[in-house]
């Protein structure tokens, strides 16, 4: 074992590692955070709390049927900057790194600590993402409130709790490549915060239809000659009568903003998962177990 690997276990070694790769200049806005932050939210909002299948145990977008849901376009880069930190932790498994890799990324942005467990196994083959069907269980941005409740219901949310998710877009940006969409929702998109529902509920956002014929909404901001962008489904949280209440709470509250956002990104990186008293994963069925016995 080389000197910079570390102990089974050591997550407090792990985290340094992902503080250390998320500093990149030349990638968007200088920071990997973002498309980290999204990596562990796809991961995790595939749960579907029916049939308890989905969610971030497995890793699954390491297989092509998950990895390649149109959903997940771009992700890779985030895999890819992930692939060092594994490497170097070889007893981490997908599954914890990515979404421990989320968590941290919120943190050394400005946001809330975010409680995070550790103990997830990978899949060792695609048998279980072929079999539950892991894709097109993402939300689609051009859709209105009636989707967003489908969706997020699906994964056992309440309102309250998808408008506090959905605070997440005040990191990062829309890559026409990717998704089809184009632009950053804030101005400092590395920087975590409520901005996302400062802008959302007191700007007056203009629909745009991109070259590409993908219809967004834009503000232009003069002070910094930018262009800011919102989803459609970013706009149907303030035209919604059960979602606005919180879109505007959250936009003139910045510390409940962060306790409820703590609080339910946590819960998205959970679901699916079920342990004992003692912390350990019970429902996995994967002989490599965690670590934590
Ligand atoms: Fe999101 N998101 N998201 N999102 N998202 C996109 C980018 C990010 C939707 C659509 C999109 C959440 C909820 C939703 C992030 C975190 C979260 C993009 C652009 C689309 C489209 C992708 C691209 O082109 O690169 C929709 C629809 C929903 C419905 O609610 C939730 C929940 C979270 C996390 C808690 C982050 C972060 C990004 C920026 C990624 C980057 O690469 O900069």
């Given at each position: 074992m080389s000197v910079s690997q570390s102990k089974k276990?050591?997550?407090?070694?792990?985290?340094?590692a992902i503080k250390a790769l998320l500093h990149q200049p030349?990638?968007?806005d200088g920071s990997a955070g973002p498309v980290l932050v999204r990596l562990a939210w796809h991961s995790s909002g595939t749960y579907d709390i029916n049939t308890d299948t989905g969610g971030s145990n497995g890793a699954g977008m390491r297989y092509e049927y998950e990895g390649g849901d149109p959903a997940n376009a771009g992700l890779q880069h985030a895999r890819v900057f992930l692939e060092p930190v594994k490497e170097a932790h070889p007893w981490i498994t997908y599954s914890d790194l990515w979404?421990?890799?989320?968590a941290v990324a919120i943190e050394e942005a400005g946001g809330p600590s975010i409680s995070w467990q550790g103990g997830r196994t990978d899949f060792v083959d695609d048998t279980k993402i072929l079999k539950n069907k892991i894709a097109g269980r993402l939300p689609d941005a051009t859709q209105g409130a009636g989707h967003l409740r489908k969706v997020f219901y699906?994964?056992?949310?309440?309102?309250?709790?998808i408008v506090a998710l959905s605070g997440a877009h005040t990191l990062g940006r829309c890559h026409g490549d990717r998704s089809g969409f184009e632009g950053p929702w804030v101005n400092n998109p590395t920087r975590f915060s409520n901005q996302y529902f400062k802008l959302l509920s007191t700007l007056e956002w203009k629909p745009k239809t991109l070259p590409s014929g993908v219809k967004q909404f834009m503000y232009y901001d003069e002070d910094t000659e930018t262009e800011l962008m919102m989803l459609p489904t970013d706009m149907a949280l303030l035209a919604d009568p059960g979602f606005e209440p919180w879109v505007r709470r959250y936009g003139e509250d910045k510390d409940l903003f962060f306790r409820?956002?703590?609080?339910?990104f946590s819960k998205l990186m959970e679901l699916g998962i079920e342990r004992d008293a003692e912390g350990r994963i019970t429902n996995t069925d994967n002989e490599l177990g965690g670590y934590l016995s």
């Open positions: 276990g050591d997550f407090a070694a792990v985290r340094q030349e990638y968007d979404t421990l890799a989320g699906r994964m056992g949310f309440n309102d309250q709790e409820d956002f703590a609080k339910v």
